[in-house]
Nanobody
Framework: QVDVVESGGGLVQAGDSLRLSCTAA???????????VGWFRQAPGKEREFVAA????????RVASEVEGRFTISRVNARNTVYLTINSLHLEDTAVYYC?????????????????WGPGTQVTVFS
């Protein structure tokens, strides 16, 4: 069983930056299992959507085209943690941000490919 938990959300002003963290428990990155860790978000009244994913073994990433250039995903294996850095926050970035994980290299944008989900962290952007 892998548990993932998000942190770092909050109330932020448009134009600012924010870094979200996703920490995994019950597994050590790449020892022996590598993971794909993904970020998704769900805005009010909308379906959950893919944001970015990273493979813990090589650091290979995939970022949704809608946020590419503003969102960066990274990992620190020694901390069992994946980060999502959001620059130049927009009002429409307001959402609950979820971290999800699956063993192996997937880099998938499909929710169904992920086995482990965190409870989410709220990001609210104000003008």
């Amino acid at each position: 069983q892998v548990d993932v938990v998000e942190s770092g959300g909050g109330l932020v002003q448009a134009g600012d930056s924010l870094r979200l963290s996703c920490t995994a428990a019950g597994i050590i990155f790449n020892n022996p299992d590598d993971l794909t860790v993904g970020w998704f978000r769900q805005a009010p009244g909308k379906e959950r959507e893919f944001v970015a994913a990273i493979w813990t073994l090589t650091g290979a990433t995939r970022v949704a085209s809608e946020v590419e250039g503003r969102f960066t995903i990274s990992r620190v294996n020694a901390r069992n943690t994946v980060y999502l850095t959001i620059n130049s926050l927009h009002l429409e970035d307001t959402a609950v941000y979820y971290c999800a994980a699956v063993r192996g290299q997937r880099l998938s944008d499909a929710e169904g490919r992920y086995d482990y989900w965190g409870p989410g962290t709220q990001v609210t952007v104000f003008s």
